[in-house]
């Protein structure tokens, strides 16, 4: 069945139901972190930040919402991050700050939700996640591969330069899933697809 943006919209709303049922459930353990704005570590040092295409999504819209100029420099960012990435070389996320705040924090994806730490980290002592947080996080990757059942999941940059690619946007609005139109991308990028593992 094709989605149309209202359906898309739709869906991003029970996305946002998810991320909220998951935080009630990790508030408490999350009393006990040492993570404050402007630390920024995990933004820095993140080895990749999974997220799903309707995730993707969301971020777009998070995008759309920000001042052009910010969003022109931002394409580029993703660009330099993506060929940096091809290389090897891990760097900051491309929407952290200089001051290490995020600039799309209150859409920013699952894969920084469920992170947090009780002590402040070093690369030496990497953040640490109470057990039943991690449970409840497997839980909700489950729910929202499950939500967008006809798309993907993978390195934010992948995704968002997936869905940035008309034949991809098109297959994907239309409510298909044909991972033979990104097998070759999706290999090379570890691009993961829902509906195979929920
Ligand atoms: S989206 Fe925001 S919270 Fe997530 S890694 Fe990027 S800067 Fe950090």
Known sequence: MGMNL???????????DIYRKFDQ???????????????????????????TT??????????????????KSLTKSFQQEIKKREK??????PFLMKNNACMIYEDRPFSCRRIYSTH?????????????????????????????????????SYILYM???????????KGECKPEEIMVFGKAHKIIINKMVV
């Open 54 to 71: 309707l995730e993707g999504f969301a971020i777009r819209d998070a995008m759309k919402a920000l001042p052009r100029s910010r969003q």
């Open 6 to 16: 209202e359906m898309i919209k739709a869906k991003v709303s029970k996305l946002k």
């Open 88 to 93: 090897g070389i891990v760097v900051p996320c």
């Open 163 to 173: 869905l940035s690619t008309p034949e991809f946007l098109d297959t994907y609005l």
């Open 120 to 156: 402040v980290c070093t690369r030496q002592n990497p953040p640490m996640v109470s057990r039943q947080v991690m449970e409840d996080a497997k839980l909700t990757i489950k729910a929202l591969q499950e939500l967008d059942i006809t798309g993907y999941s993978g390195h934010m």
């Open 25 to 51: 459930k990790a508030n408490e353990a999350k009393k006990e972190q040492a993570c404050e704005k402007g630390c920024g570590f995990c933004c820095k040092e993140a080895g990749s930040i999974d997220i």
